[in-house]
């Protein structure tokens, strides 16, 4: 069984630049869910998608966008990026049969 | 009122000791409740379920206070490898996908 994955790991860019990241669910998961974790603080929800229609949003602008596709991976993409977007930047699944969360190893991305 | 606090800590406790930490969420409507576990710069992991009656496994106990609207968990005889952030989690409407909230995080370090 195939874990969540994502990339990039790591990745570096400049306010006002854009960036995606891009989730793969665990195999059998249908929902995704992707979370923003600044330094020192829990994990804070930005946006749910499943069936391929977000189902869910956080206290995020709309600059936080994101898809999912009919294999169930996620992309999020946030455009104008200010210095604040710096974060570990977490996706997770789940199955129908669980609520437990399955979570990736996340994309730290720093804005300079 | 946040969605769901805990107590920020840290707590540093030496080995063998007990330690609890408090959790209170802001929605009466919430079913579900978790602890997960986060390593340092690693993901969120599922520690255990909280039920209505309470659960224990091994040296953790979970226990759900609905009326007060809080969570707690119970850490005995502490173990180094305990060393880690605990995350209390909400799954804040009881719907389907789950709408999961996060608190900010209790660190503990337990010293030999």
Redesign the interface.
Known sequence: ETGVTQSPTHLIKTRGQQVTLRCSSQSGHN?V?W?QQALG?????IF?Y?REEE??RGNFPPRFSGLQFPNYSSELNVNALELDDSALY?C?S?S?DS???F????SRLTVL | RKEVEQDPGPFNVPEGATVAFNCTYSNSASQSFFWYRQDCRKEPKLLMSVYSSGNEDGRFTAQLNRASQYISLLIRDSKLSDSATYLCVVNMYGRWPPDMRFGAGTRLTVKP
């Not at chain 1, 603080?41 to 929800?45: M, Y």
């Not at chain 1, 979570?103 to 996340?106: D, I, N, R, S």
């Open positions: 929902t869910s979370y603080q829990g994990p804070q929800f749910q499943y189902n869910g977490l997770a789940s129908r609520e437990e969360l979570f990736g190893e996340g």
